[in-house]
């Protein structure tokens, strides 16, 4: 089936858009400042720095150990840049941690930028997009801001953005060891991902099947595994991390999530208030889970829609460079979008070509990342316009 005249034409412009999007962050970029131009060292040092402490069997949650380290590696702070991961995520970092510090960080670079290109390419493909448009899932992904922002920050991303499509394609082809190392890369972050965890017990409750328990079988031994890798130099990391979460909460960060504008409206002091958007999740689950057990789960699609809703109702995190794990979904729309009405189409290729416009400014302009709380919702209405399109008839 061949995409119309017309939907090309359509296309033309939106290219054109993003790569001006593209060439100006990359002018934006260039007058960072450390170590390379484009690509300063930033978060990353977070990463490597707890990587290299754990591989020495000392504390990577420990901000009196962390601070010396990083600022000889070149970040210019005060204050230690931590790694609010849990202890899984270090046997993914200690390979970094034992390398220098600058090849370690074009390495992490080099594997994110492959990884997003490879998530994107996968992503057409589960959108049972054309083989031979597939570089429109290339174009997206290289100009999809929060890839840039990933990149230049040197974040975890780019790791968890491929767990969320190995999940997907693992239900696709009915793979259990896919979704369930999938699934452990998601927990690298586990609260973006927050509605994901119940949904899937209660998969395997209501489902009873093998892919389901096998899924969870491999999940779980993929966490315990990393887990003791951690623990071998460190026998304690996990103490350490229960002491930092306990004693070291990041209250400070004004997070782009419902939360934070509660405490901003109501005060910073109530810290409750960061965990009202996850009731809203609760409430969104509840038919959710009705719907499912009435007609089925609808995998992947129901799975990439949880991680959607929790990404919005997130009571912590959800920053810019975050929205990159949800890359999938623009994607998979734009390879649907043969399928859609021209209504439809009209208002994802706008839509999509406004929200990337409203971003670059906004970047350029050095707005708080506070202020880009609109990136993560849109991205979601956007799903849902193209989810019920696909399955309107005709």
């Known amino acids: 089936m061949t995409v119309p005249s017309a939907s ?25 400042s450390g170590g390379l131009k484009v690509f300063p060292m930033d978060d990353f040092v977070e990463y490597w720095a707890a990587g290299y402490l754990n591989a020495k069997g000392q504390n990577p949650y420990s901000a ?18 931590m790694m609010w991961n849990p202890p899984w995520t270090l046997p993914l970092v200690m390979p970094f ?44 992904s290289l100009s999809f801001l929060p890839t840039l922002m990933v990149m230049q920050a040197g974040q975890i991303g780019a790791y968890i953005l491929f767990g969320v499509v190995a999940v997907m394609h693992g239900f696709s082809v009915r793979k259990p060891w896919m979704i369930g190392v999938g699934a452990f890369l998601l927990a690298l972050k586990p609260h973006l991902a927050y509605l994901v965890w119940p949904a899937f017990g209660y998969w395997m409750i209501l489902d009873r099947s093998r892919l389901a328990w096998l899924s969870a ?55 409750w208030l ?36 929790s990404f919005v109702t997130a009571s912590y995190g959800a920053w810019p460079f975050d929205v990159v794990i949800l890359l999938p979904g623009v994607v998979i729309l734009a390879a649907r979008l043969r399928w859609n009405s021209p209504g439809a189409r009209r208002i994802l290729i706008v ?15 050095n707005i708080d990342a506070q202020f880009m709380i609109w990136m993560a919702p849109s991205l979601l209405m956007f799903w849902y316009v193209g989810i019920w399109n696909k399955d309107q008839p005709g």
């Open 8 to 32: 090309r034409s359509r296309l033309i412009p939106l290219v054109g858009l993003l790569v001006l999007a593209v060439i100006l962050l990359a002018w934006r970029l260039s007058s960072g």
């Open 64 to 81: 009196e150990l962390l601070l010396p380290l990083q600022r000889e590696i070149g970040r210019d702070t005060n204050e230690a840049v």
């Open 351 to 365: 839509g999509y070509a406004v929200w990337t416009l409203l971003a670059v400014i906004m970047n350029q302009l």
């Open 97 to 140: 941690g034992m390398l220098p510090a600058r090849i370690a960080h074009i390495s992490w670079i080099a594997i994110g930028f492959a990884l997003v290109l490879f998530s994107a390419d996968r992503s057409w493909l589960l959108g049972e997009g054309l083989k031979e448009k597939r570089w429109v899932a290339w174009i997206l």
């Open 274 to 309: 960061q965990f009202v958007p996850v009731c809203l999740g609760a409430v969104w689950f509840f038919p959710w889970a009705v719907r499912c057990f009435y007609k089925g789960f609808r995998w992947p699609d129901d799975f990439f829609s949880l991680l959607l809703v």
């Open 217 to 271: 079988v491999w999940f779980v031994v993929s966490i315990a595994i990393a887990t003791f890798v951690a623990m071998i130099p460190n026998p304690d990391v996990i103490g350490q991390y229960r002491e930092a979460m306990l004693h070291r909460t990041p209250v400070q960060w004004r997070s782009p999530t419902i939360g934070s504008w509660l405490r901003e409206l109501f005060g910073q002091g109530i810290f």
